[in-house]
C-alpha cells in the first residue's frame, strides 16, 4: 500500500550546523504533509506543515520543502541546537501513516 | 490547556489479564487513534474513529478493541494480553482527522510491559 518513509535512520550535526532531514511518499495524491517531533519520553508534536500546492514553507528556524516531482520532502533546520535532538517524523494527511523516523543527535 | 491525556503511563502486567488504556482529549476532536511504537518501526495505527460510534482497523488491530461513545474518550482495550504487546501506545486526536490543516495532537504516551 501507499506510505510515507523516511531515507536515514540516524543523522549526527554538530551544534550550529544545519540539520537536513529527508522523507519519501509514494502517494501521489497526497496533498498535505506534516513533520512532528518526539522527544525522549514524549508523545510526537508537530513543527510545520505543508500543502502540496507549495514547493516550500518556512518557520521560525525550520523550512520545509517539497518535491512533487520526485514524490520527496525535506525538513531544514538551521542553527542545530541541542534541543533539536529528537526523532523527526512526516506524514501525509490522507492516511496518517508515519515512517520509523530520523533520529537526529546534535553534538555539543 | 488543549490536551489529550492518556492512563495509565506505566503498567506492568501478565498475560491474559485484560486491560484498558484510556483516552481523553478536550479539544471537542472528531478523530482519534490509537498507534503503537516499536523500535524500528516507527508509529503504527491500531484503530481509528472518525467520530462517535465510528470506528475502523488500522494496520495493527490484531489483539485490540476499541469504542467510541462519547466524543472525548477513545478507550484501547486489550482483552487477553499477550507479551507482543509490549510496546509504547499514543492516543491522538484532531479536529477531523484527515485533509489538509487537520493537526493531530498526541498524548504523553503508555508504556505497557505484558509478562
Known amino acids: 500500500g501507499e506510505s510515507v518513509g523516511l531515507h536515514l535512520p540516524t543523522l549526527s550535526v554538530q551544534e550550529g550546523d544545519n540539520s537536513i532531514i529527508n522523507c519519501a511518499y509514494s502517494n501521489s495524491a497526497s496533498d498535505y504533509f506534516i513533520w512532528y517531533k518526539q522527544e525522549s519520553g514524549k508523545g510526537p508534536q508537530f513543527i510545520i506543515d505543508i500543502r502540496s500546492n507549495m514547493d516550500k514553507r518556512q518557520g521560525q528556524r525550520v523550512t520545509v520543502l517539497l518535491n512533487k516531482t520526485v514524490k520527496h520532502l525535506s525538513l531544514q533546520i538551521a542553527a542545530t541546537q541541542p534541543g533539536d535532538s529528537a526523532v523527526y517524523f512526516c506524514a501525509s494527511n490522507d492516511d496518517m501513516r508515519f515512517g520509523a523516523g530520523t533520529r537526529l543527535t546534535v553534538k555539543p | 490547556e488543549a490536551q489529550v491525556t492518556q492512563n495509565p503511563r506505566y503498567l506492568i502486567t501478565v498475560t491474559g489479564k485484560k486491560l484498558t488504556v484510556t483516552c481523553s482529549q478536550n479539544?471537542?476532536?472528531?478523530?482519534m487513534s490509537w498507534y503503537r511504537q516499536d523500535p524500528g518501526l516507527g508509529l503504527r495505527q491500531i484503530y481509528y474513529?472518525?467520530?462517535?460510534?465510528?470506528?475502523d482497523k488500522g494496520d495493527v488491530p490484531e489483539g485490540y478493541k476499541v469504542s467510541r461513545k462519547e466524543k472525548r474518550n477513545f478507550p484501547l482495550i486489550l482483552e487477553s494480553p499477550s507479551p507482543n504487546q509490549t510496546s509504547l501506545y499514543f492516543c491522538a486526536s484532531s479536529l477531523r482527522g484527515m485533509g489538509a490543516g487537520n493537526t493531530i495532537y498526541f498524548g504523553e504516551g503508555s508504556w505497557l510491559t505484558v509478562v
Open positions: 479539544m471537542n476532536h472528531e478523530y
Open positions: 474513529s472518525m467520530n462517535v460510534e465510528v470506528t
